[in-house]
């Protein structure tokens, strides 16, 4: 049975390294969620689904979205997302820029975040 009292959610555009994320933290026994707000059209479609006590914010920007996966849309189509994704980023608690971090640095920041709130 999950705690979902300490759940952490996860958030970001495609290609931001959300899924990584999330089984480098369940590798670690902590609980978390890939919430798919980017492909929603309601707000806080992220809070609905799992009202995270810790809601993760991964960002990309759209150049390096094309180099992690082989995509096959537009900036628009990345705008369109972002713009999805606005409710979530203003309530994130933390929020990473990914472009330039191995998997390992992006979870040192989460965990060192969990840490400083007392999370784990």
């Avoid at 495609?14 to 480098?24: D, E």
């Avoid at 798919?36 to 150049?63: C, F, G, I, K």
């Avoid at 082989?70 to 980023?89: P, S």
């Amino acid at each position: 049975m999950r705690d979902v009292q300490r759940l952490i959610g996860i958030v970001g555009p495609c290609a931001a390294g959300k899924t990584t994320l999330l089984n480098a933290l369940r590798a670690r026994g902590l609980p978390g969620k890939v919430i798919a707000q980017e492909h929603s059209y309601v707000p806080d479609m992220w809070r609905r689904l799992t009202n995270p006590v810790v809601l993760v914010y991964l960002d990309v920007s759209y150049p390096i979205t094309l180099q992690r996966r082989k995509l096959n849309w537009t900036q628009a189509e990345y705008d369109i997302q972002i713009q999805r994704l606005q409710h979530a980023i203003q309530h994130a608690d933390i929020h990473i820029l990914t472009d330039h971090l191995s998997p390992e640095q992006i979870l040192e920041q989460v965990v060192h975040y969990l840490d400083q709130i007392k999370f784990v």
